[in-house]
């Protein structure tokens, strides 16, 4: 029963570095999420994906790629690391759009 | 534009008293409002929802939350706290236009004290 799984939980990256997070999720569902989390900004949402092969846009997208090559995992890259994006980074899914998300337990990303 | 609100960075209540988290909202159409409750190094976990029909919304682990469309606020209550539900608590709003849209408040820390 893992829900959302998100991988690694800690990372410590140098300016211009590379790396992929990966959300997994084991509840078939169509719709995930990725998010960042900054001290008293609450959650901003980075990219979604409202089933496998689809992306979207969210409000702070610049910086970040995502794939969603299966439908049960979701991939967020950063291609050059910058020290703006030291954060901790929430995966969610949900089944349908009138459903409340289900989050990962998160990644904190700290970039030097 | 879509927009959550907390007043209230931090709120202490004594074990066994009442308590208020507060929210406010602005979004144009229906408003879709959530409660999500996170503890120390964890990812937030859903509470309650309002989507439409009676005011008060009961949740899990006895909260509940009621909506006032004329103050657009969306309230988090509890009859009695508990010490474990010191946490930190999120309002959020789904966007009315792109319904994978959420906008978070910045959270409110409840301290519970015995």
């Known amino acids: 029963n893992a829900g959302v799984t998100q991988t690694p939980k800690f990372r410590v990256l140098k300016t211009g570095q590379s790396m992929t997070l990966l959300c997994a999720q084991d509840m078939n569902h169509e719709y995930m999420y990725w998010y960042r989390q900054d001290p008293g900004m609450g959650l901003r949402l980075i990219h979604y994906?409202?089933?496998?092969?689809?992306?979207a846009k969210g409000e702070v997208p610049d910086g970040y790629n995502v794939s969603r090559l299966k439908k049960q995992n979701f991939l967020l890259g950063l291609e050059s690391a910058a020290p703006s994006q030291t954060s901790v980074y929430f995966c969610a899914s949900r089944s349908d759009s009138r459903q409340p998300q289900h989050f990962g337990d998160g990644t904190r990303l700290s970039i030097l | 534009a879509q927009s959550v609100a907390q007043p209230e960075d931090q709120v202490n209540v004594a074990e066994g008293n009442p308590l208020t988290v507060k929210c406010t909202y602005s979004?144009?159409?229906?408003?879709?409002l959530f409660w999500y409750v996170q503890y120390p190094n964890r990812g937030l976990q859903f509470l309650l929802k309002y989507i439409t029909g009676d005011n008060l919304v009961k949740g899990s682990y006895g909260f509940e939350a009621e909506f006032n469309k004329s103050q657009t606020s969306f309230h988090l209550k509890k009859p009695s706290a508990l010490v474990s539900d010191s946490a930190l608590y999120f309002c959020a709003v789904r966007d009315a236009g792109d319904f994978n849209k959420f906008y978070f408040g910045s959270g409110t820390k409840l301290n519970v004290k015995p």
């Open positions: 994906s409202v089933g496998e092969g689809t992306t």
């Open positions: 979004v144009s159409g229906n408003p879709y």
